[in-house]
């Protein structure tokens, strides 16, 4: 990882970069606190963190072996001293930092207390490091991708008539906790009846009736990283239009994940579902991009999207997730996560696509 920041310093004429978003602290160093303070000067990457972290830190970046030594600031020792010394004695003058996670008022005090050392904005060059993931990060997405998988054949011998959605949403937490979850990769949506025309609806006490639509969005993080995942299924049986809506989205993800090729660009693939969408009637109903990719946190680039011209390049996590949301009526949305492979795309998921009537 010393490695990819001293090339980035290179190409970007850098003296040194400060790492403060908390994946890419993750990414670079290993620490998973969240709280951190990354230098790399050219001649060494140290890690600053406070008491909290000291332990986990020195573990977490030993572990990883990612060339950071930890340091500790405190009272005593204050952070912007501790960055002052390091970067006047290691003759940097700019200074690559994160612009896109850091707030103005931060900014204009690292300004303040490290001048005469020019800040440069990183802009996503360190996240477009992590847009291709290694076989050991795979592996961790994969297994993610499964404890979903798992909760969601639980839940379906769980969901009834007159259970809330916040139940729903519960039951999904919880079981995805027990088979290892460490944590939620975003609130779960369990959104039912004419709710489920809100594609990211706020689970809440609405009951599960007879003929609705419930649209189940979940997802885990396990060992750091994040799954995604959503089925919609009706609660007892479809009717002619919903199972005509249901078969529309079913067909723009499978055709989407089936004519997904590397080489292509994340604005093709978005094309294909939406097409298709559109020619069954239902193109204004379908607001959102097709996907996104996954990682350390949730909505990583490139995306699928109408404006995304990133090509696909084997190993690149996306969702593939078309919806279409009718106000007053419904709506479905099904979506799997997978990789980019050399001839395709391979899902994650394995969860039934075909409609589900509880
Ligand atoms: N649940 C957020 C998403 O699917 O993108
Ligand atoms: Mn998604
Ligand atoms: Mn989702």
């Known amino acids: 990882m010393i490695q990819k920041l001293k090339t980035i310093c ?9 790492i403060t978003d908390p994946y890419n602290l993750q990414y670079f160093t290993g620490f998973r606190g969240g709280e951190g303070y990354a230098l790399f000067t050219g001649a060494q990457g140290i890690l600053y963190v406070d008491s909290r972290y000291t332990e986990a830190a020195v573990q977490e970046t030993g572990k990883a072996g990612s060339g950071f030594t ?19 004695e290691d003759f940097v003058q700019k200074l690559g930092f994160e612009d896109r996670s850091m707030v103005c008022s931060t900014y204009i005090s690292y ?87 809100m594609p990211h609806a706020i689970p809440d006490d609405k009951q599960l009736e007879e003929g609705d639509f419930l649209t189940m969005d979940f997802g885990c993080r396990y060992k750091g990283y994040c799954s ?34 590397p080489g292509m660009r994340c604005c093709d693939v978005d094309r294909i579902a939406r097409y298709h969408i559109r ?10 991009g097709l996907g996104h990719s996954v990682g350390l946190y949730i909505h990583e680039s490139p995306a699928l999207n109408t404006r ?47 409609l589900i009537e509880l």
């Open 70 to 88: 930890v340091t500790e600031f405190n009272r005593e020792h204050p952070l912007m001293d501790l960055l002052g010394r390091q970067l006047r």
């Open 111 to 197: 300004r303040e207390k490290l001048a005469p050392v020019q800040l440069i904005p990183l802009e996503d060059r360190l996240e477009r490091e992590r847009r291709i993931k290694t076989p050991e990060e795979l592996d961790l997405l994969k297994k993610a991708e499964a404890i979903g998988d798992q909760a969601f054949t639980e839940i379906l011998s769980v969901l009834t008539v007159g259970m809330t959605e916040l139940e729903v949403a519960a039951e999904l937490e919880y079981r995805m906790k027990k088979a290892g979850a460490e944590g939620l990769s975003f609130d779960t949506i369990a959104a039912s009846g004419i709710h489920s025309s």
């Open 279 to 288: 020619e069954a009637g239902y193109g204004e109903y379908f607001g959102h």
């Open 228 to 261: 995604d995942m959503t089925r919609t299924v009706v609660i007892g049986k479809a009717d002619a239009e919903q199972k005509k809506v249901y078969q529309t989205v079913l067909e723009a993800h499978c055709k989407a994940m089936e004519e997904l090729r």
């Open 10 to 18: 290179e190409e970007s004429e850098l003296g040194g970069i400060l």
């Open 308 to 354: 995304d011209e990133t090509i696909l390049v084997p190993g690149m996590i996306e969702t593939i997730e078309p919806g279409i949301y009718i106000p007053g009526f419904g709506g479905v949305r099904i979506e799997d996560m997978g990789v980019v492979t050399e001839n395709g795309y391979e899902s994650f998921a394995h969860s039934k696509k075909e």
